[in-house]
C-alpha cells in the first residue's frame, strides 16, 4: 500500500513517512550531476534503477528524490528542461532494459513507472520534490535486468537474488554474427600466412635441393678424378677398378 503524498512540501519540515518497503529517500541537491555520463542508460542512476526493480517485484513504491534519510524536506535544485527531458528518457527506458524472468519483454499494461514533480516551498531558491512511482499489478518477484539480476525489496533495503543473463533473440543473433565475422577474419589471416610461409619454405627447399645435388655431383667428380689418376696407368683395369667407374658414371648421370 502506498503512502499518500502530502500537498505541499515545504523546506526543513519531516516528511509525513519513512522509509520502508515502498518509500526509498534520495537526497539529490543538484540534479545535473546524476546525469555526468554520455548514456544516460549508464548514468548516475544505477542504484535508483535498482530500488525502481524492487519495488516492482514487491508490487509497488515512491522513490522520492529531495529528501533526506531522516525524511527531512529539501529539495532538487537545478531541475531544468534538459535534465527533466533526460530524466524522462532514463524512466522510459526501464520497459526495454528490465524483462521477465522468461525473458519476455516487459507488458506496458501491467506494469507502470512514472514520475511527478512537486515545488518545495519556503526556500530562498526554486527546488523541487521528484517522485518516481512504480507499480506491477502483474506477477511479482517476476522481474530482472537483461543482465539476469534479480532485485527483492525488503524493508527499506534491496537485495539481488540471482545473475543469470537473458538475451533476446536479436542479441543471440548479433553475437553469432559478430562471433562469425571475427572468426572469418581470423581465419583468413592464418591462411594467408600458411600460404606465405609455403611459398617461403618451397623456394628453400629448392635451392636446398639444388645446393645438396650440386655437392653429391662435385664429390663423385672428386672420386671419379681420383680412380682415374691412380688406375689409368695400369695397362688392364682390375674388375674394381671397373666397377667403381660404372658406379660414378652411373651416379654422374642420375644427377644431371
Known amino acids: 500500500m502506498l503512502p499518500q503524498l502530502p500537498q ?11 522509509e520502508g518497503a515502498t518509500v526509498e529517500f534520495k537526497e539529490v541537491t543538484v540534479f545535473s550531476g546524476l546525469f555526468r555520463h554520455k548514456s544516460v542508460g ?3 542512476l544505477p542504484k535508483y534503477r535498482e530500488t525502481i526493480i524492487g519495488f516492482l517485484n514487491s508490487g509497488s513504491g515512491l522513490l522520492i528524490m ?19 527531458d533526460m530524466f524522462k528518457l532514463w524512466v522510459d ?23 511527478y514533480t512537486y515545488p518545495v516551498t519556503n526556500r530562498t531558491t526554486s ?32 537485495f539481488k537474488l540471482t545473475s543469470e543473463p537473458i538475451y533476446r533473440k536479436r542479441d543471440v543473433k548479433g553475437m553469432i554474427y559478430a562471433v562469425k565475422t571475427q572468426m572469418h577474419a581470423i581465419l583468413a589471416d592464418k591462411k ?33 678424378q681420383s680412380l682415374y689418376e691412380r688406375y689409368n696407368a695400369e695397362p688392364k683395369p682390375s674388375l674394381c677398378t671397373k666397377v667403381m667407374c660404372a658406379l660414378s658414371s652411373l651416379l654422374l648421370s642420375t644427377l644431371t
Not at 99 to 111: A, F
Open 8 to 18: 505541499e512540501w515545504v523546506y526543513g519540515n519531516k516528511a509525513p513517512f519513512q
Open 192 to 224: 594467408r600466412v600458411i600460404e606465405d610461409l609455403q611459398e617461403k619454405h618451397e623456394e628453400d627447399i629448392k635451392r636446398a635441393i639444388q645446393a645438396e645435388r650440386q655437392s653429391i655431383r662435385i664429390y663423385v667428380e672428386k672420386i671419379s
Open 93 to 115: 527506458s526501464h520497459y526495454n532494459s528490465l524483462v521477465y524472468k522468461n525473458g519476455k519483454s516487459i507488458d506496458p499494461s501491467t506494469i507502470s513507472i512514472k514520475y
Open 66 to 84: 529531495g529528501i533526506k534519510n531522516d525524511g527531512t524536506i529539501v529539495g532538487v535544485e537545478d531541475t531544468n528542461e534538459k535534465t527533466m
Open 127 to 158: 527546488a523541487q520534490i521528484i517522485v518516481v512511482e512504480a507499480i506491477n499489478k502483474g506477477t511479482t518477484m517476476d522481474i530482472m535486468t537483461r543482465s539476469g539480476t534479480v532485485i527483492h525489496r525488503l524493508n527499506a533495503s534491496n
Open 42 to 44: 549508464n548514468s548516475g
